[in-house]
């Protein structure tokens, strides 16, 4: 995928239950799903999928400052979704 690309990643977090004891028998785990979306910033860090939130669109195609981002284990990635161009908001 191309750097800087748009995208959606469904993954799967890590989670606790609610503190305190719990019976083997009556337990059941659930899955925790997680939606991120921004920028793909490829090779950030290796076993990592890295997604920033803010960039400056001046900036592309190298930008030099990126904001909110996000590393998500490679492992725990779900799917990727390459997200259409945006379009200029019109009031």
């Not at 239950?17 to 083997?24: F, K, V």
């Not at 284990?73 to 259409?84: A, K």
């Amino acid at each position: 995928m191309a750097p800087w690309t748009e995208v959606k990643v469904r993954w799967r977090d890590a989670y606790s239950p609610a503190s305190g004891w719990h019976d083997t028998h009556d337990y059941e785990p659930m899955d925790s799903i997680a939606t991120t979306t921004g920028r793909l910033w490829v090779e950030c860090q290796e076993h990592y999928i890295t997604i920033v939130g803010t960039i400056f669109e001046s900036e592309l195609p190298n930008p030099e400052t990126v904001g909110d981002i996000n590393h998500i284990p490679i492992d725990w990635v779900l799917d990727i979704e390459v997200l259409p161009v945006s379009q200029a908001y019109k009031e």
